[in-house]
């Protein structure tokens, strides 16, 4: 796979002869410096981006080849993002955050209350907790209703971008515990990317990336 930007007059490699393929309940971590290519693999997998050469195959289908439309939909569906700050709309509490997903998916309001509890339970957050809004939680349990707002639809594909850059190391290794843990549980296929290597012991892979390659297996 290849991605490039303009750039004046020329175009710039972003990734570079990229190969990745991530199984069902599989964590990958990808770490390097900034500027190295992590985000740009990021916005490629999670169809934000199409690339200038390749296939990006999620569940089966190929998103490279999709209108914008028909990867809108399937990113709906089929990719879930846990982005680097947790994004939590300040006026909701810790459920209603996964609730407003279900309200702009449709469906039954019992259901989607029911899955709510169940995925903030799954990430460690009691009854109490669930009730709370963002200012009242932690860092460290803002970024676990990120998480899982981010399962709510039952994604195949788990996109984590920087997961731990707001948290001390106590904290990011809670949360990294969590994503292997929900990756296996739920059987998404999980690509986190990060600058800091000491956080990636709970990975089944660490590939490298640096000016836009992939090393590793």
Known sequence: MKLTYPDGDRRLT????VSLAVAPGELVAVAGPSGSGKSSLLAVAATLLRPDAGRVLVAGR????????????????????????????PS?????QLLAVAHLRGGSVRRARSRAAELLE?????????RRRPHQLSGGERQ????????????????????????????????????????????TATVLVTHDRALLGHADRVLSMSDGRLTGR
């Open 14 to 17: 972003a990734l570079d002869e």
């Open 62 to 89: 190929d998103a490279a080849a999709m209108s914008g439309k028909e990867r809108t939909a399937l990113r709906r569906e089929r990719i879930g993002i846990v982005f680097q700050q947790a994004n939590l709309l």
């Open 92 to 96: 909701l509490t810790a459920e209603e």
């Open 122 to 130: 799954s990430v460690g957050l009691d009854a109490a907790k669930r």
């Open 144 to 187: 676990r209703v990120n998480i899982a707002r981010a399962l709510f639809p039952g994604p195949s594909v788990l996109l984590v971008d920087e997961p731990t850059s707001a948290l001390d190391h106590e904290r990011g290794e809670r949360v990294m515990e969590l994503l292997a843990e929900v990756t296996r549980g739920h059987r």
